[in-house]
């Protein structure tokens, strides 16, 4: 166990998933860098430096630098994950999947189901997402709420260090196409993470904090901000579950229905533009199965329907803080309590 | 390539070329000193070293004519007539830029003056000016579309995809690949597999291969596609081999990079240099006119960056703004 940052629980889950299974391939633009050029080889690691030292590690046969082509590679590891590799993938911003969407959705996600259970497709895509970098509106988006609409994708959306080395591997030895984000704002957070490979389970959801009154169910980087505003509640007196689903396909909804069930009242942060968002999904099933359960109307906090702007003065309102969350709950413990339906 | 129809040039457009040329230097050079001194936030791309080639190639268009850009796109906003304190101001991100503050460097663009943007996504830009041109041949406008594409875009399967769609539709667009020596950090030598030129020959379309240093040879080289344009005779191609003075991105350690590249390249192959020297020996230009130029220029960029800093950042509103949906 010892302190590691965000970046290095990502980076030791590929080299200890790579020393121990020789079928396991990294590919993506830069992951290695230096390709053809003067200066030193594997001279990137990615864009900040993720996969720093795997090319030096692996050789250029089992980490691949890949020209400017994202429908070609990614397909070509789809491919390859049919026909025994399980290729790691990068598509440095999720941003840029308009470009191999297809590949993705039509291809690597559809193979178990269409040819009848007779492939696997162990193939992960990281991807890095999300706002506050000053990144602007092709560099800032979240967009796990697409892939998590299709069938066939296993999404994962890790909320700490902790948490992405074990999703990581987890992902890595899994048979279906998984989908691995990264908040690009996370990269330097850091946490106690275990030195020895480990796996968490998909589909099911981290209790980060247990209280009475409210769930707050959060994803990835919104876990923080719901942890920061549950902190200041508390010393209001309102005391908070938060809850970290991890994986939004598949979802852990049995967690969050238990979990309304104790507290009745239910607010869900996400970072992703609010409509057919992860929040609306969790919303109409937690309505659709627990509507008894429901002391008060069910809060959403999320960025407003716009892209994401570039000024820092606009990007910082867009991203839900702890005082949006912390507001909404206040606001949800005000309202009045709703009687048993007769 | 003598006797040139470059140096054909008259006096008052080799002035307005060198003033260009040196004003996206100065801007260039400015903005990484802001952006090192943590003035300037996110991405940014400079163009500094491939001047050449964005005012080679837009010193042939005009306000009806249209370019595509990339993310390295300050140098093609300026040749093509963008406002740099509005520029400026955009990647300040304030409520003056050019977008408002809301699209920063990657995304500058004015479309009135046929500048459809910097674009965040690699390979991005050739499709639309296809639509551009398309747009000027329906509409009969006389106008064409440049799209200007990195060594890595020219990998990308929008560049291809857009090069054959403009040979079978018969479209007013050049393709210009600013091929700069990499892509992020690999080489160009590398990513490109076979021959960009040939690539164009087998979409059916010319293509020449164009030193991007020499702004005289971009300008001649730029003649003939833009001819076949205006003609309706459809596109034509440009392989431009240049490079560029500064990292990737602001932030960019170039290890990649050869010990003293830069130094040499700065040394030995500057564009504006090399203008200089040209149009001085063969006394066409006065060192003195080229000096009142860099006085003005740096006055220029001074006062923007002044003027950026002292600007108001977007006020709340502006969030919920230029977007269909309507807020309470
Ligand atoms: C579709 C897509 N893939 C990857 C990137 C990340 N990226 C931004 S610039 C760049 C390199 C582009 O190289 P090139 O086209 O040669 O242009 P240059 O930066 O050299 O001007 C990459 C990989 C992106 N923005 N969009
Ligand atoms: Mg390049």
Redo the contacts with the bound molecule.
Sequence with gaps: MSKKSFRQAVNEALRQEMERDPTVVLMGEDVGGGMGAPGEDDAWGGPLGVTKGLMSQFGRERVLDTPITESAFIGAAAGAALRGLRPVAELMFVDFMGVCFDQIFNQAAKFRYMFGGTAKTPLVIRTMYGAGFRAASQHSQCLYPIFTHVPGLKVVIPSSPYEAKGLLIQAIRDDDPVIFFEHKVMYDDEEDVPDDPYTIPFGEARFVREGEDVTIVAIGRMVQMASKAADALAKEGISCTVLDPRTTSPLDLQSILESVQETGRLVIVDEANPRCNIATDISAQVVEQAFESLKAPIRMVCPPHTPVPFSPALEDAFIPSPEKIAAVVRSVMASPTRQAAA | MEPSRALQLNREELLRAYRQMRTIREFEERVHTEFSSGAIPGFVHLYAGEEAVAVGVCMHLTERDCIASTHRGHGHCIAKGCDVKGMMAEIFGRADGLCGGKGGSMHIADVAKGMLGANGIVGGGAPLACGAALAAKTLKTGGVAVAFG???ASNQGTTAESMNLATVWKLPVIFVL??????ESTA?SWSIGGDAVKRAEGFGMPGVRVDGHDFFAVYEAMHDPIARARAGEGPSFLHVKVNRYYGHFEGDAQTYRAPGEVQRLRAEMDCIERFRKRVTEAKVLEEKDLAAIDREVLELIEESVRAAKAAAYPPPPALLSDVYVSYP
């Design positions: 990195g060594d890595g600013e091929d700069n020596g990499y892509a160009s």
